[in-house]
């Protein structure tokens, strides 16, 4: 087997992505051929994670399902910093998030991650989508995938002010403040350091009006308050339809018992999404045979 390359450390990503030259890929033209990408990395180990679930809320010694998107966003920003992939990474959105949970892996053990890419078709609107789909190998098990859908283009205001839900009928389960401050400590313990969720001024330099909290920091809130109860989340789809200012209050949606859960803030539904469940006991013997279409020799 070919040696892999080691994921870059997340600021080393963050810094390329701000200098990164745009290649062409608009409403009229064909979506490129972008190779895929695999790296060599290791499971977040006991510090790291004892610090992620300090911050988000979860159960100590536990590895929440959200937590391997530490791991796939490296790899998601790695390969859009290719020459082949088309777009500029400065004012992509992240949209919709999907992550499964396939094996249990301990802490620290070494991994393969595999990324392909998709570049969509353009919307009515003239908007243009790409998916990031990456999956995670302890050997031949497969432990994880993660598929990442980003708004490279913007289309039409008009075709996409339709998309905002309104908020569904659930009841309240929980919600929580965001401080000022907790940009900076998700930043600690994710390595997203996007300016954009930081402070005023550095949002502002990018067309925001506040600091808003990292999309992933609500899911992963959000599903430490699902497994409170004790069940384990192992799936989790998500689509991010408004952003969540720093300082601002978010409220939890969510019926017990069901998998459907909606995130509000300032009366604007903020994410909604699904999660799976299954005891913790049914995960540890997970395996799940190798898919040889995305090994790498």
């Avoid at 695999?38 to 180990?45: E, Q, V």
């Avoid at 859009?80 to 053990?109: C, D, K, Q, W």
């Avoid at 900076?184 to 996007?194: E, F, L, Q």
Wanted: hydrophobic fraction near 45%.
């Amino acid at each position: 087997m070919f040696h892999l390359p080691p994921l870059p450390a997340a600021p080393v990503l963050l810094l390329r992505a701000l200098f990164k030259r745009k290649v062409r890929c608009g409403p009229g033209e064909a979506s490129p051929d972008v190779p895929a990408t695999a790296f060599a990395c290791a499971a977040p180990g006991p510090a790291a994670l004892a610090r992620y679930n300090a911050a988000l809320g979860f159960a100590p010694g536990s590895l929440p399902v959200s937590a391997h998107y530490l791991l796939a966003q490296r790899a998601h920003l790695a390969t859009m910093l290719s020459p082949r992939f088309p777009f500029r990474l400065l004012g992509m959105v992240h949209a919709e998030n999907r992550i499964v949970e396939h094996a249990a892996v301990a802490p620290g053990t070494p991994l393969r991650l595999v990324t392909s890419v998709r570049v969509a078709a353009p919307t009515r609107s003239g908007a243009r989508f790409c998916v990031l789909d990456t999956v995670a190998w302890d050997g031949d098990r497969r432990v994880f995938d993660c598929a990442s859908k980003y708004l490279a283009v913007a289309g039409r205001k008009e075709g996409l002010a339709r998309q905002q839900p309104a908020a569904p009928a659930l009841p309240a389960f929980g919600g929580w403040r965001l401080s000022n401050r907790d940009g900076r400590r998700y930043a600690r313990v994710s390595g997203d350091w996007n300016p954009i969720h930081l402070a005023r001024p550095l949002a502002r330099l990018f067309g925001l009006r506040a600091p808003i909290i990292h999309g992933m920091h609500s899911v992963a809130t959000a599903l430490a308050l699902l497994e409170a109860d004790g069940e384990r989340v192992t799936a989790v789809d998500v689509r991010f339809c408004a952003p969540a200012p720093l300082g601002s209050t978010v409220q939890m949606l969510h019926a017990p018992g069901a998998g459907a859960f909606t995130l509000v803030c300032r009366g604007r539904v903020a994410v909604e999404g699904s999660a799976s469940f299954a005891p913790v006991r049914d995960i540890a013997d997970r395996k799940v045979a190798p898919n040889p279409a995305t090994m790498v020799s």
